[in-house]
């Protein structure tokens, strides 16, 4: 399958501390996308990065990628309670694009 | 830009009824995607549709479910003859063109009693 593996399932961290989110996948890929989701709500799109780069910002948001590895990480700087939430990985092969299972994050005020 | 509007946002079938989910995608986007996500589960890739066309249905059930994307008008997700297992949020998104990021709707969620 295609399909991502997000990597802690679930993590409970203090606020103010960082959270770091791992996804592997099994085939190449275009770029890779991080989503959040809220319970109850859609998907938020935080961020893209294209095969070709190794490492993108966004605000308190930085994500890595291995192509060699086949593996990105999502890390929330300083995190805040309204970062609870549910981190999706998603690998975009051009045609289609493979959501993981998620990692659940709850920032503890 | 109103971005991606799915509607209902809420949806209760009986069993063995019709249910029909629609998405109307961003403006100026000609790709829409529809996903499945099950309780406690991520999300499922079901099929990916351009105007008129179905591009990749490899996600879609073989039977009771359908998809199309007519030239006017929204993208529709129609499942028949409902069963209990159907019941999931169902996510619409949309995009300009492969692998220039994806917007999605806030979801339908069926509920199949």
């Known amino acids: 399958s295609q399909q991502g593996e997000e990597d802690p399932q679930a993590l409970s961290i203090q606020e103010g501390e960082n959270a770091t989110m791992n996804c592997s996948y099994k085939t190449s890929i275009n770029n890779l996308q991080w989503y959040r989701q809220n319970s109850g709500r859609g998907l938020v799109h935080l961020i893209l990065i294209r095969s070709n780069e190794r490492e993108k910002h966004s605000g308190r948001l930085r994500v890595t990628l291995d192509t060699s590895k086949k593996s990105s990480s999502l890390l929330i700087t300083a995190s805040r309670a309204a970062d609870t939430a549910s981190y999706f990985c998603a690998t975009d092969t051009g045609n289609q694009f493979y959501f993981g299972t998620g990692t659940s994050l709850t920032v503890i005020p | 830009n109103a971005g991606v509007m799915q509607n209902p946002r809420h949806l209760v079938r009986r069993r063995g009824q019709e249910a029909r989910l629609r998405c109307s995608p961003m403006?100026?986007?000609?790709?829409v995607y529809w996903y499945r996500q099950l309780p406690e589960e991520g999300l499922k890739f079901m099929v990916y549709l351009q105007k008129e066309n179905i591009i990749d249905e490899s996600g879609m059930p073989k039977e009771r479910f359908s998809a199309e994307f007519p030239k006017e008008g929204p993208s529709i997700l129609r499942i028949q003859q409902v069963v209990r297992g159907d019941s999931a949020a169902y996510f619409c998104?949309?995009?300009?063109?492969?692998?220039?990021?994806?917007?999605f709707g806030s979801g339908t969620r069926l509920t199949v009693v």
């Open positions: 998104a949309s995009s300009p063109g492969a692998g220039n990021g994806y917007t």
């Open positions: 403006k100026g986007h000609s790709h």
